[in-house]
């Protein structure tokens, strides 16, 4: 298997739904053009490939300045723990190392904490910072 990194926005719809199906994420798969909008607007893409079979994504808005928001990184469920997602972290935030707040907002899980945590991101509830969100119903 050779996984190949892509920056693009551009992304085959079928190919994306499949993807964030897989993940479980269905709030994202109830609107497939909100969705592709969504990635068409994103600050920045990357996507990694196996061949032509989109396997893995990361997408972050923001400025890329002042802050980088993480907001979805997600992988095939049948390539996960190979190592995609922290080359699509690492990648994401080699690119933008220079800016001061990295921020995500995800589920709680121990293997989703784990991740996060090897890949420098600290909790807010262990840390001095305090999160708020506001969720639409």
């Keep these: 298997m050779n996984i ?4 693009a926005k551009s992304i085959d719809n079928d190919k994306v739904m499949k993807l964030y199906k897989d993940a479980g994420w269905f709030a ?6 909100l969705l592709q909008q969504a990635i068409q607007q994103s600050f920045e893409v990357i996507s990694a490939w196996d061949g032509d079979k989109l396997v ?8 890329g300045l002042t802050i ?17 997602a922290t080359q699509l972290m690492e990648q994401m935030l080699d690119n933008y190392k220079n800016v001061r707040q990295k921020v995500l907002l995800t589920e709680e ?11 420098g991101f600290m909790s807010c509830d262990q840390g001095s910072a305090v999160a708020f969100a506001r969720l639409k119903g």
Excluded: C, S
Excluded at 4 to 7: E, G, H, L, R, S
Excluded at 28 to 33: E, F, G, H, V
């Design 68 to 84: 980088l928001y993480i907001q979805d990184i997600l992988v095939l469920k049948d390539y996960q723990n190979q190592g995609i």
């Design 28 to 33: 994202y798969t109830k609107d497939a053009a």
């Design 109 to 119: 899980a121990p293997d989703v904490r784990h991740f996060y945590e090897k890949n």
């Design 4 to 7: 190949t990194y892509q920056y």
């Design 56 to 63: 893995g994504l990361i997408r972050a808005v923001g400025d």
